[in-house]
């Protein structure tokens, strides 16, 4: 469908994130669609969020999901971009692969479920930057009507 949408459109889609099977794995996916609707590049999330607060909390995505093993760097008609999802955002080893490599535009997908997670959301964006003339993208299905920047 993306790809569809991609080529009618002649718009480059970055896709989100969504689970991808690919022999006896599972990946965190986000797939890049060119304007001819054609995969220009598949990132898999890197760094899997792990944690274990003992009596509280328990929740490993490495049960499940296999890390990507490599930075995505996208060259479409607006620039290079550098592709994370989620949790990766927090390593900033691969923001700055991503500035040695000449990236416009860094695009972390993450889906935010409450409230606070916009605050540390916000300041993870900052810290991502390696330049200040870094540009960050950090879509969420949760910030579409909710985002207002902490005061």
Not at 38 to 65: C, N, Q, V, W, Y
Not at 75 to 90: A, L, N, P, Q, S
């Amino acid at each position: 469908m993306l790809s569809e949408v991609s080529r009618s459109r002649k718009i480059t889609i970055i896709g989100g994130s969504i689970p991808e099977r690919s022999g006896d794995k599972l990946y965190n996916s986000c797939c890049v669609f060119g304007t001819d609707g054609k995969l220009l590049a598949k990132h898999r999330k890197i760094h899997l969020f792990d944690i274990d607060i003992p009596g509280k909390m328990t929740f490993k995505e490495s049960r499940t999901l296999t890390a990507g093993e490599r930075p995505t760097i996208v060259d479409t008609e607006v620039g290079r971009i550098g592709i994370g999802i989620c949790y990766d955002i927090r390593f900033q080893e691969l923001a700055a692969i991503y500035a040695a490599r000449g990236i416009l535009l860094y695009v972390y997908y993450k889906y935010l479920t409450f409230i606070s997670s916009l605050y540390a959301w916000h300041l993870l964006s900052q810290l991502c930057n390696v330049h200040p003339e870094d540009l960050p993208f950090l879509p969420s299905p949760f910030l579409l009507n909710f985002w207002r920047p902490p005061s």
